[in-house]
């Protein structure tokens, strides 16, 4: 049962459970939710350049720090090193980029965004080979790449580093081969999606679990309909389990999915651009799931993963690609 709004990290840092997510906004959306999202009390906010929104956040962030509405020291900013610069002599340009946009000194955490690496053309483009399948660097190093994060730690770009969509063996492999451990691996994390072992072997190991796409990730439809991609994606706030018991509490779907997440001591990182219901996904904290309740959701899992990354087509050859084949979907 989660007891704080907070997750200590193994370096003492603290990090709100719940944040703001950003992936899929314009930059006129992302500067009006932030803005709420900063008026209704969140102060974790995840964001990545991938997401092309980080100049807009550092835009609201500016307003607020020079208005004195809210210190530095209160926010927690999350920005990511993008799948094309993964690479040891790429971190330290690609953060100081992230960190202009954003109009701050320093991250409070900093992470991988992907195991993998793409490569792309002078231009920013990505490289396609004959087939038009996306380029991959096969020579991608998590140990060399990780030293380089960790400078950022020891020149105070970043106060926490960390990992996303990394597997068990992933996260093991580094933690033999570092001086940092890491903080935290965000991962996809929802009850159709629960991923335990990769979240109890992250725990038992004190690194901190972030959820992204904790409410199933709907948009990520109109997302893969852009490459091309048809999928379903399944509304998890229309699973009947999931409306019964937040009907039961008088809260919403969304609530309940995110309560859930939060009791098994995970963060989880909503994204949404509708100022009613940011806020009730920050609203979470006044009710609490009964044991049965608890398990009825656990129970739900059926291993499916929304977020893919099959919009990166031929990302699959990459040697670190380890979503192939794991997954009903
Ligand atoms: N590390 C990674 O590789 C990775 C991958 C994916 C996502 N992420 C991060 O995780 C964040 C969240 O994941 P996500 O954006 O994929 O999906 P999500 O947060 O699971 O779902 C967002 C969708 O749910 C809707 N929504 C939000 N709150 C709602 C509520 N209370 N009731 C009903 N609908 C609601 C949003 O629409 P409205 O905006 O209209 O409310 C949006 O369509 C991202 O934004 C990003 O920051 C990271």
Redesign the pocket.
């Known amino acids: 049962m989660a007891d704080s709004k907070f997750l200590t990290f193994n370096n003492g840092e603290k990090m709100p459970i719940i944040g703001i997510?950003?992936?899929?906004a314009s930059d006129e959306e992302i500067e009006t939710a932030i803005d709420a999202a900063l008026e209704a009390g969140y102060r974790h906010i995840?964001?990545a350049p991938v997401?092309g929104n980080e100049a807009a956040i550092g835009r609201v962030l500016k307003r607020w720090l020079d208005s004195g509405k809210v210190k530095r020291e209160d926010l927690f900013i999350v920005t990511?090193l993008p799948p094309i610069s993964n690479r040891p002599h790429e971190v330290e340009p690609t953060i100081t980029k992230s960190l202009a946009d954003l109009q701050l000194k320093y991250v409070d955490l900093y992470l991988i965004?992907?195991p993998f690496t793409i490569n792309i053309n002078e231009d920013g483009s990505f490289k396609l080979d004959k087939d038009g399948l996306m380029e991959v660097d096969v020579t991608t190093n998590h140990a060399a790449t990780w030293a380089a994060m960790e400078a950022l730690v020891e020149k105070g770009l970043a106060k926490s580093i960390g990992v996303?969509?990394f597997s068990k063996d992933q996260v093991a492999r580094l933690l033999k081969n570092c001086k940092i451990r890491p903080a935290n691996n965000?991962i996809?994390h929802?009850i159709y999606l629960q991923q335990r072992d990769l979240v109890d072997f992250c725990k038992a190991e004190n690194v901190t679990v972030t959820a992204?796409?904790?409410?199933?990730?709907?948009?990520?439809a109109n997302f893969n309909a852009g490459a091309g991609i048809v999928r379903e994606v399944p509304n998890l706030?229309e699973i009947p389990e999931v409306k019964e018991i937040a009907a039961a509490h008088g809260k919403?779907p969304?609530q309940v999915l995110l309560r859930w997440i939060v009791d098994t001591g995970v963060s989880a990182?909503?994204?949404?651009?509708?100022p009613t219901?940011?806020k009730?996904?920050l609203d979470i904290f006044d009710f609490k799931l009964t044991a049965e309740e608890v398990a009825k959701l656990s129970s739900l899992d059926k291993n499916f993963r929304v977020?893919d990354f099959a919009f990166f087509h031929g990302v699959e050859r990459h040697p670190e690609f380890t979503f192939q084949n794991q997954y009903t979907n």
Request: with cysteine; proline share 5%.
């Open positions: 997510g950003t992936w899929q995840d964001t997401y990511k965004h992907t996303s969509n965000q996809e929802h992204y796409s904790p409410l199933g990730s709907r948009g990520i706030m919403t969304a990182i909503p994204k949404s651009t509708n219901r940011l009730q996904n977020c």
